[in-house]
């Protein structure tokens, strides 16, 4: 007993002495709304997330403590806070929205992961509270996410199935290379609903390159690249979603994000994903496939914070999707394996050695009609390099290995293996404080086609404080393959076999002006596009086969004008544009020319959201002009018309609620025109293509929610 009441005064006496030798910290962190739970707070060598009041509590040695306060979606804050032994300290830190333009922002597309105002080469980033916004939106897919960035069109390439692709200033889609996190995970040939597959619930940013960036990523990217950015909290985030719309889709998404040490972090997204067919003209062809997604896609990191990292990941997706008439069923079964990593060493000093790879496993099984077409895909991709600085450059050199195979079951003509070899190099050079250029080079050897040579140069030029310019250039090319715009919807057993065809030569060139004085900032791009040797879809009158995809005669050209503003303040984001196109391709004789069908000459848009602290209020437009059309028996041009979204959200408490309403005036094409054919094409394609939206107005309301 002696013994026990001696240990108890001696930890009394300890925990007196501990007392005596630290102070207690009480830090809350505080926005312009209140309390700012889950905030990571760094005092000293100590860390901790604050609780639901926004504050959290510390035992430190006297002294100075710097202290540190990170949050997602707003500008870290900084204090220095004097401890005293025995005594408890209080501070609050104040945290202010994320800076209103973009200057800060980090880009990772580039390879030299440098500020977006440091960058020769013009890279367009969609911020994440953008991101987050749209997520309310279509919380399925990024499709809408895509089709509401200045420049990028999401065109409608098989009606039937919903299937679409991502043009960028009025390119096809196929020479649009969309990456996840730096790495291909959706694969060399995703198909025409690839976009609709992906889910925006993780995503941190996109980044967006427009135009030739094939010195950066290869033969697959003479239209530009789209990199998908996952979100990497450091504290714990957990979050779920449902969604219901009013054309009975639901959506269901699960998101954990969880550190497991300092060092080491992961983060699992899996979702639901289910839409009825709706026929809303009643003509008894579907104008929304039915469909059912499932997938799940978890991710790992690790950093030592001493210049070492690694990030991994790995995806399965499952989805069933059908459409059409019960006279021409048109079904889609897609299955897809996906994983990659990308690691990163500090050498020497200065020098970061980064080895990332993919490999991505795909099968479609496509009926159109009384055809069944199996598909079989696999795309494989190891990459190397070094980046490193030397006074006023920043230079990059690598090599790389892609291996692409497409087995076609049941039309065997079409298949193909390719393993194409390159090595790149690129340096930004800072030759003052108003010039900065930039030039890359890629050398890639394709095992069926040949050595190809694809460089590009870049100048960022700073003429004032409030004003920016870059001039860009570059030069690509593109192996052929069997798909287009047109085979998404007619399938591959239709079209005769690919006999002499060449590869496809692009060239690029972009200049734009920005000025910015917050709030505010106004940029101005021109650009300029052409291709030599475009593979076109040629329809035959007779024969064994409906098509065949030849060479075109003449270069398809691309050339236009972006107009983009954006005004951003703490409780109101305002972003309008304008974009001007005009494209034209060899006509289907050969000889003479006409406009690109399906890309309209004059676009806009403007995108308004209010913060109160009665919740957000968002209010959209669209408009879309008259554009060309294909085949089409009832109209040779589209109608223009205009597109109103309203939307609504609010945070209660741990869960975020919105009512989306799209399409608010009820724009149908089928109001104007069936979608049905009197008679099907030669090809065995029933629908026109869709020129302005076949869905009409629908309202989304959902919940996400934190735990």
């Avoid at 008439?325 to 990659?340: I, K």
Wanted: charged letters at 20%; zero cysteines.
């Amino acid at each position: 007993m002696r013994k026990l009441f001696a240990l108890a005064a001696l930890l009394v006496v300890s925990q007196s002495a501990d007392a005596q030798t630290t102070g207690t910290l009480v830090v809350s962190v505080v926005s312009k709304d209140g309390p700012v739970a889950q905030a990571e707070v760094t005092a000293g060598r100590m860390k901790a997330v604050t609780g639901p009041d926004g504050s959290v509590t510390f035992s430190l040695p006297p002294g100075r403590t710097d202290v540190v306060v990170t949050k997602e979606d707003f500008d870290p804050g900084a204090a220095q806070v004097q401890i005293r032994a025995g005594a408890e300290t209080r501070l609050e830190v104040a945290l202010e929205a994320e800076s209103e333009l973009e200057e800060n922002v980090v880009v990772s597309a580039t390879r030299t992961d440098q500020r977006i105002a440091d960058i020769p080469l013009r890279v367009e980033v969609v911020p994440p509270d953008e991101v987050q916004e749209k997520t309310a939106m279509s919380p399925g897919d990024v499709s809408m996410l895509l089709a509401e960035t200045n420049g990028l069109r999401v065109q409608t390439t098989s009606p039937a199935l919903g299937g679409a692709s991502l043009r960028i200033q009025g390119l096809s889609g196929r020479y649009s290379q969309i990456l996840a996190d730096g790495l291909p995970l959706y694969g060399a040939q995703s198909g025409s609903v690839g976009i609709l597959q992906i889910p925006p619930m993780d995503l941190g940013q996109v980044e967006v390159i427009k135009g030739v960036a094939s010195a950066l990523y290869g033969m697959s990217a003479i239209g530009g690249v789209v990199n998908l950015v996952s979100r990497r909290p450091k504290v714990a985030e957990h979050q779920m979603l449902v969604n219901r719309t009013s054309h009975r889709g639901t959506d269901t998404a699960l998101w954990f994000a969880q550190p497991v040490t300092d060092r080491w972090h992961y983060s699992v997204l899996g979702g639901a994903h289910w839409q009825q067919r709706s026929d809303l003209d009643r003509d008894a062809w579907s104008d929304l496939p039915m469909f059912r997604r499932t997938q799940v896609r978890p991710r790992v990191s690790w950093d030592n914070g001493a210049g070492r990292s690694f990030f991994a990941t790995f995806g399965a997706m499952d989805e069933n999707r059908r459409g059409g008439a019960a006279f021409h069923p048109e079904n889609l079964q897609t299955r897809q394996f996906d994983g990659g990593f990308v690691g990163r060493m500090l050498v020497g000093g200065a020098r970061v050695v980064s080895v990332r790879g993919s490999a991505v496993s795909q099968r479609h099984d496509h009926t159109l009609g009384g055809v069944l077409e199996r598909e079989r895909a696999t795309t494989a991709f190891g990459e190397a390099s070094m980046t490193g600085t030397a006074r006023a450059n920043t230079w990059v050199i690598g090599g790389a290995l892609q291996r692409e195979a497409f087995r076609p079951l049941d039309v065997p003509r079409f298949e193909y293996v390719y393993t194409i070899p390159g090595v790149f190099a690129q340096d930004d050079y800072a030759v003052s404080r108003w010039l900065t250029a930039s030039a890359s080079a890629r050398v890639d050897r394709h095992s069926a086609f040949g050595t190809f040579f694809s460089p590009r140069v870049s100048a960022l030029l700073r003429p004032g404080a409030d004003w920016t310019a870059r001039v860009s250039g570059g030069r690509g090319h593109f192996a052929p393959s069997p798909f287009t715009e047109e085979t998404d919807a007619t399938g591959l057993s239709v079209i005769a076999a690919m006999v002499g065809i060449r590869p496809e030569d692009a060239t690029s060139l972009s200049t734009d002006i920005t000025w910015r004085r917050a709030p505010l900032e106004v940029t101005a791009t021109v650009f300029r596009s052409s291709i030599d040797g475009a593979q076109v879809f040629r329809p035959l009158a007779s024969g064994p086969y409906a098509a065949r995809i030849v060479n075109a005669e003449t270069p398809t050209r691309t050339a236009g004008g972006e107009l983009i503003a954006r005004y951003h303040e703490e409780a109101v984001d305002f972003v309008a544009t304008y974009m001007y196109l005009r494209s034209t391709e060899v006509d289907e004789l050969g000889t003479g020319r006409r406009d690109i069908p399906l890309n309209p000459p004059h676009t806009a848009t403007f995108d308004l959201l209010w913060k109160s602290g009665a919740g957000n209020f968002g209010f959209e437009g669209y408009y879309t002009g008259s554009q060309a059309l294909e085949d089409n028996p009832y109209r040779s041009r589209g109608r223009p018309y205009v597109i109103i979204g309203l939307l609504y959200s609010k945070q209660i408490g741990p869960a975020f609620v919105y009512v989306n309403a799209e399409d608010v005036g009820d724009v149908r094409q089928t109001k104007y025109d069936p979608l049905l054919r009197p008679a099907p094409l030669r090809d065995g394609r029933w629908a026109t293509d869709e020129w302005a939206p076949i869905e009409g107005r629908a309202v989304n309301a959902g919940l996400r929610f934190r735990f």
